[in-house]
């Protein structure tokens, strides 16, 4: 039985730490991996036009669950169930699909359980293996909760381990992950940000984010993409995680107060139609 996540509990300590942020894009990628995400993501996202709102909302949604509270965290979860019903199609293949498909469903949850670890692994301290337990333990709490079936969540940490790494090894290139990374090369620039800035900014934030996504994908997939990594990135790469392991002398109540303020600001707006309307006509 996992304890509820509250502050000083694992997910509540890690989830939300600002360092995770750096692994948005290999996250993304890795689910469009599947052949059932990367068809719903193909033809339902707009993530091309304005990966940007994309990304906020998607950080806001993932808020919610952790920082949110439990209502907070049951409504959430109703109401992406409810919008994902109507994500289906016919995939490359020809087959038909649906963002419900009780695997792919699992995987993206699953890919959003291991985000976490990786930040620490890579930026912070790691998790002890008490602390992974605790951790696991809430997160197939919010599973269940996100309606991901029990069969689809491995008992203990150890084993979503090989889950995870048996998923990862079945994956190669798609469309969809072409564009993902057409994406990031020529993503358009945020509103707020004078189009002469953007001009040198667009260039170092594809550099940047396509190193981290590099260094940070397992490695036999990202031979299978076709990512070139060398000695020397491997070497630039470590010493860039040990520049962010230098965050951990921060709190961890300050490390995710973003988060935590950003799950409560979400409740606090769902609670008040008018102010919930107000903001999706505005944006």
Not at 149 to 176: K, Q
Request: glycine share 8%.
């Amino acid at each position: 039985m996992a304890p509820p996540i509250q502050r000083g509990t694992a997910a509540w300590k890690y989830f939300g730490d600002f360092r995770a942020a750096l692994l948005a894009g290999q996250v993304l990628l890795l689910q469009v991996a599947h052949p059932v995400v990367a068809a719903g993501v193909h033809d339902h996202s707009d993530y091309t036009e304005d990966p940007w709102t994309r990304l906020m909302q998607t950080g806001a949604s993932l808020s919610v669950y952790i920082y949110g509270g439990p209502d907070g965290a049951r409504y959430e979860a109703s109401r992406l169930r409810e919008m994902h019903k109507k994500f289906a199609g016919v995939d490359a293949s020809g087959r038909r699909y649906s963002a419900l498909n009780p695997e792919a469903y699992a995987w993206v949850h699953a890919t959003l359980v291991k985000v976490p670890v990786d930040a620490q692994r890579f930026f912070g301290r790691g998790l002890s293996g008490p602390e992974l337990d605790e951790y696991y333990a809430q997160m197939c709490d919010v599973g269940r909760m996100l309606g991901v079936r029990e069969r689809d969540l491995p008992p203990d940490w150890a084993a979503f381990e090989r889950y995870y790494d048996s998923m990862v090894a079945d994956f190669g290139m798609n469309a969809t992950i072409e564009t993902l990374l057409e994406t990031i090369r020529t993503v358009k620039k945020p509103r707020r940000i004078p189009g002469f800035a953007w001009k040198y900014l667009q260039r170092w934030q594809h550099t940047a984010q396509m190193f981290v996504i590099r260094g940070a994908l397992p490695g036999e997939f990202r031979e299978r993409l076709g990512l070139q990594w060398t000695a020397r990135d491997a070497a630039r790469f470590a010493r860039f995680c040990r520049v962010m392991r230098g965050f951990g002398v921060i709190p961890a109540p300050v490390r995710t107060a973003h988060m935590r303020w950003i799950g409560r600001l979400n409740v606090w707006v769902r609670a008040h139609p008018k102010v919930r309307a107000w903001l999706v006509k505005d944006s």
